[in-house]
């Protein structure tokens, strides 16, 4: 029996897009951060026959058995029972896929002994879930071309950041996000726009988090969330994931920063804000983002570690 936990990440460079070819690629480089407070942990035990369980629930997830099934073309495998969960809501828009499967392929290389390093974990993860790909590692990292593993850009000691989730609907979203992106490559006319801008703004907040320069960081993680929201709303049908207590989060946000608050919001595929701020300004965020109607829930986190095994 051998466990493993993960943790999601955020992306603030965003990949909304897969490009032609096979593997689950993305069609655009993304820069991330590894979250502490939530976390992915799954167990891997050999069985009769396979057996996969999502929140104690039996699960045939199909994302998770294909992937199985694909790993087990180039790895013998025995039967194996697999029991994840998550201490957060799960296919809401708080990245549960990139925890799920970095844990997993963790789990799996460790149990089986498959001996992959972890730059080959991570493109295994990229194959169920191109974010998942980003959670083997912690603080900042980045996927890029050419082979579209991840690698760690900066520990997350080096520069400690404070995130606060505002929760504001807990429910799955209607449209999963492999299909979300198939539609706005097909129907958006402004899909080949934000693939060249992704990948010019990619290198620069490279720089930016070099540099630690945190209101560089925040401009540009704020054009690539308004970006792809921009791609998924001009999508046919139309994809709006934000309800409107997302809308009031992200004003808050703006008037914080604009009081010189060092805060900026990112949002993924889901109506959760993610509010990214210094250390020093996480208390007054909380406070702020608390006080908007509709907020459900706060989780405050820091920067947390890449996946792990952590009983073998
Ligand atoms: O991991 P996927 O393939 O479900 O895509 C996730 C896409 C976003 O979370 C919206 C952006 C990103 O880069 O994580």
């Known amino acids: 029996m051998t466990t493993a936990i993960a943790h999601p990440n955020i992306a603030l460079i965003k990949?909304?897009?897969?490009a032609?070819?096979?593997g689950n690629v993305p069609a655009s480089p993304s820069l991330s951060i590894t979250l502490d407070g939530l976390s992915t942990t799954t167990t891997v035990m050999s069985a009769q026959a396979d057996q996969l369980r999502i929140n104690g629930e039996l699960s045939d997830d199909v994302k998770v058995l294909r992937w199985l099934a694909s790993l087990r073309e180039h790895f013998s495998i025995p039967p194996i029972h697999i029991d994840t969960a998550n201490n957060f809501p799960t296919?809401?828009?708080?990245?549960?896929?990139a925890s799920g499967f970095a844990a997993l392929i963790v789990a799996i290389n460790a149990h089986c002994q498959l001996g992959l390093a972890t730059e080959s974990c991570s493109g295994w993860a990229r194959q169920g879930s191109g974010s998942a790909a980003r959670s083997l590692f912690g603080g900042f990292a980045t996927l890029k071309p050419p082979n579209w593993q991840a690698s760690p850009l900066l520990d997350a000691?080096?520069?400690?950041?404070?995130?606060?989730?505002?929760?504001?609907d807990t429910g799955r979203k209607a449209v999963s996000s492999s299909a979300g992106m198939e539609r706005s490559r097909n129907t958006?006319?402004?899909?080949?726009?934000?693939i060249e801008q992704?990948?010019?703004?990619?290198?620069?907040?490279?720089d930016a988090v070099q540099a630690h320069d945190f209101?560089?960081?925040?401009?540009?993680?704020?054009?690539?969330?308004?970006?792809?929201?921009?791609?998924?709303?001009?999508?046919?049908?139309?994809?709006?994931?934000?309800?409107?207590?997302s809308i009031a989060l992200m004003q808050r946000i703006s008037a914080l920063r604009d009081s010189g608050v060092p805060v900026f919001f990112t949002i993924d595929a889901g109506p959760q804000i993610k509010a990214v701020c210094l250390p020093e300004?996480?208390?007054?965020?909380?406070?702020?983002?608390?006080?908007?109607?509709g907020v459900r829930q706060l989780v405050r986190t820091g920067l947390g570690a890449g996946a792990r095994v952590v009983d073998a």
């Open 15 to 18: 990949y909304w897009g897969k």
């Open 20 to 22: 032609p070819e096979t």
């Open 91 to 97: 296919g809401a828009g708080l990245a549960s896929s």
């Open 157 to 168: 000691k080096d520069w400690p950041l404070s995130i606060i989730i505002a929760i504001t």
């Open 188 to 194: 958006s006319p402004f899909y080949p726009a934000w």
């Open 198 to 206: 992704t990948k010019t703004m990619f290198h620069a907040a490279l």
């Open 215 to 245: 209101s560089a960081l925040a401009t540009l993680a704020e054009r690539s969330t308004l970006n792809m929201h921009a791609v998924m709303l001009s999508s046919q049908p139309t994809l709006l994931y934000w309800n409107g207590t």
């Open 281 to 293: 300004a996480a208390d007054i965020v909380a406070k702020s983002l608390g006080e908007v109607a």
